[in-house]
C-alpha cells in the first residue's frame, strides 16, 4: 500500500498507479476477478497485466486513449473486455477489445470461449487469435476485406475451434466446411 501523502504514486485496490491516476505503474500477478480501472486512466502500456492469470475481465473508462496491444500478455483467465461507451478511442463487442477509427481489433482475451460474432465494420484480421484455447467457433463479417499477409492462419493456436462462418454479403472470402477461403 501508498501513505495517502506520497506526492508520485496512489494504491487504492492493490495495484500502483501514477499519483494523477493516468497510468498504471504496477499490477500484482495474483489479481483475481473482474478488475475496473478508475477514471482518470489514460493509457495501458506492454505488459502492463503481463501473466495476471486470474483477472477474468477488465472495465476500461472513458478515459484510457492508450492501449498496447500486448498489455494482457499472458492472461489466460481474461474472458472479456467492456469499454465505457463514450470512450472515443476503444470499443469492446463480444468481449474483444477494438480500437475505433478505424475499427481493428487491438486484443481478443485468451479465455474467451465459445462461438464469437466480431463486429460488422472490422476490415482486416491479424494473428489475434493464438492461444484462444476455449474459442469453439468464429463469425468473420461482411465488411472483412483483409487477412495480415504474413498470418494467414490467423486461428492456428486456437486447438478447439470447429466452426468459421462468414457472413453473407462478404465479397473477399467464404467459408465451406468449416474452412475459410479467400474468394
Known sequence: SVHEDNPFYASPDGMLYSKTY????AVP?????????????????ANTFEYCE???????PASVR???DRAFVGCTGLQYIQVAEDNPT??????????????KI???????AGHLVLAEGLESIDYHFG????LTGVTIPASVCRVNPGNYNVFADAPM???????EGNRDFFAQDNIWYSA
Open 22 to 25: 493516468h497510468s498504471i505503474t
Open 29 to 45: 500477478q495474483k489479481l483475481k476477478g473482474e478488475i475496473r480501472l478508475p477514471e482518470d486512466l489514460e493509457f495501458l502500456d
Open 54 to 60: 486470474g483477472i477474468t475481465g477488465v472495465i476500461l
Open 66 to 68: 492508450s492501449i498496447s
Open 90 to 103: 476503444y470499443y469492446a463487442y463480444n468481449g474483444v477489445l477494438y480500437e475505433k477509427d478505424p475499427l
Open 106 to 112: 487491438v486484443y481478443v482475451p485468451l479465455g474467451i
Open 131 to 134: 492461444s484462444c484455447h476455449a
Open 161 to 167: 475451434l470447429e466452426t468459421i462462418l462468414v457472413a
